[in-house]
């Protein structure tokens, strides 16, 4: 019983590294603890300025700062305002056939991100391609991944468009996702980024296996895939005698006789009646009785002096003074300048508009999934913020083993991290956040059983070592052995 309580001391700082089962064109989990594989660039950028053109941003392999899982290391950008850029050749090219695309790997700002980017570049598959020099203008087939700065928050998924006609390449961009991201990139827990792309054009891109965007190459990307098969003539002007006045004036239309330009808009009201007490006498103002002229008033210099206007005392309770006026009030016969009546221009020809022209550059790509092979994952990245924290970047053409993988590692790390606290999906207002609960609580609870079960086994094998030449060391392994079946029935795990 002892040797079982150290046996779960020991184990809850065990980690096993994810290992890729099934197809797949890269996996990376750096708990091997190097860089070994990965070629950082000696390029310097062409347009910047000298002392932050060289590709020098640091990058190291080492533990999340407050890892829970001992062991599990990953790939972390160090440097803040410098450019970094580091790539590794996948195991062969990704050629797109008849498969689908999944590319997969986790990303933690330990340190929030105040303005950066963390995507990946797939790099195109070229014949001049050289890690050693990756630079912002490397080829790249695919760029995906998160990318934040000051309050805009965005999550590429950006491809290379090769124009058919030209050779050329144009790159096309998905439209945002409306999921509200903010929470992946100021939480502090490790996300995990998935882009699906399949044979049939559609594009899945998930955060935490819970889909945030989805559409289809031909319809979804901006600028469209495909050009309009018609285009305004650049070659067609507005005639000058165009008439695209839709109503004018009746040319037929005459003033009448009795039309009256000169009536006023306004007239005495001579209905209107003086009120009664009105003190036509009184004016409205007088001089301030109680004024008196300065001492030092010098009447050749100032003039001859006036007392100050105040209102007349009289007036106060009577209804006015002065001389009483009629009120204005609206001329009924007021008709103002006469104009013709407004008639349909029967000349009218619509709002002009060029003739449409078939599109010189048209063209028609029904499959735009087949994209140029890429041959090497790259990070080239400029960020204000360091320490973001890169793990377990999986490739494969089978979603099966990527989901696999993304349990294996992103789903360990997850638990380990207490995210499975309701939390990171329960703000970002998806219709599968409930199934993301969920999944997460199930992790928790696999990873617990998991490590007891582990426990269970070194607890055994050591009982077991112990007793090689000894039948009773045996009886002791079966005990063992049965209490662990027993609580993985308990607890109803395939683990
Ligand atoms: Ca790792």
Redesign the pocket.
Known sequence: FCSVLWSLFVCQVMYK?PEPMGEHFFAE???RGTMDGWVLSRAKKDDADEEIAKYDGKWAVEEMKDSKLPG???LVLKSRAKHHAISSLLLRPFTFEDKPLIVQYEVNFQSGIDCGGAYVKLLTQTPDLDLNQFVDKTSYTIMFGPDKCGEDYKLHFIFRHKNPKTGEFEEKHAKKPDADLRTYYTDKKTHLYTLVLNPDNSFEVLVDQTVVNSGNLLTDMTPPVNPPAEIEDPDDHKPEDWDERAKIQDPDAVKPEDWDEDAPAQIADEDAVKPDGWLDDEPEYIGDPEAAKPEDWDEDMDGEWEAPQIPNPACETAPGCGVWKRPMIDNPNYKGKWKPPMIDNPNYQGVWKPRKIPNPAFFEDLHPFKMTPFSAVGLELWSMTSDIFF??FFITNDRNTADRWAND?WGLKKAAEGAAEVGSGSHIGLKGTEDLKIQNSEWERRWNVNVFIVCMRVCVTAQSGLSDADRPGRVTFTKLEKFSHVFRNRFNTKC
Do not use: K, P, Q
Request: overall charge negative; cysteine-free; charged content about 30%.
């Open positions: 590294a989990s750096f708990d599990d290391m990953g793990d377990n590692g």
